[in-house]
């Protein structure tokens, strides 16, 4: 079992974190690399050429990465990490998560609202429910994480609502889908990040998203 409770899949690639040793799918870490001046690049998308170097998606053992010199040692050469790295991380991947919640409104996969995400939950449309982290718990309480489906809380009113070209948004559903696996996905990571809920709401399995 993986940090965050998931049970491994065979299947997926699997990485070392640098700081815990630990060993898990890919899906659950942060990549980098290193530049030709040795500047310690964050990898988010995992597509950059160089070897890279695997951290847990967790504030704490990034900053520790740079802290403790895990970087140059991992890289077998020096390293620099910038100041405030795990706050680039994080900023990096809220956009990754806006940006998918936005390529999936354009496909017509999800919908925003409280009676357009009610509705879809009631028919069983909705797959993955996403609410806004700052929304009111009394708002958010009234609705309900899909039977068999997921439920994340890791952006802001205001980055959802940017996904959808609003000023905010608070209740947000997808349906299923490769697109909605990968969101999920990415939110599990952005969740370990902020630690929000213990850097556990989004980390559950995201096989069937």
Not at 107 to 132: I, M, N, R, S, T
């Amino acid at each position: 079992m993986t940090r965050g409770g998931q049970d491994k899949d065979t299947e997926d690639p699997e990485r070392r974190c640098i700081v815990s040793g630990e060993v898990q799918p890919k899906a659950g870490l942060i990549r980098f690399v290193l530049s030709p001046d040795g500047l310690v690049i964050p990898d988010l998308a995992q597509k950059l050429p160089g070897r890279g170097m695997w951290v847990t998606a967790d504030r704490a053992l990034i900053a520790k990465a740079a802290d403790k010199g895990l970087f140059s040692r991992a890289a077998k050469a020096p390293a620099k990490a910038l100041d405030g790295l795990a706050d680039l991380v994080e900023a990096g991947q809220a956009r990754r998560v806006v940006e998918l919640i936005s390529l999936a409104r354009k496909a017509g996969l999800c919908v925003a609202g409280f009676e357009k995400v009610k509705g879809w939950l009631a028919d069983g449309k909705a797959k993955v429910l996403f609410q806004a982290s700052d929304g009111s718990d009394r708002g958010k309480g009234k609705l309900w994480t899909p039977e068999g489906g997921r439920w994340f809380g890791c952006l802001t009113a205001s980055e959802l609502g940017m996904a959808f070209g609003r000023d905010y948004v608070i209740h947000g559903a997808l349906c299923a889908g490769g697109l909605s696996r990968r969101v999920v996905e990415e939110a599990a990571k952005l969740t370990g990040l902020r630690k929000l809920d213990g850097g556990k709401t989004a980390e559950k399995d995201t096989n069937s998203a």
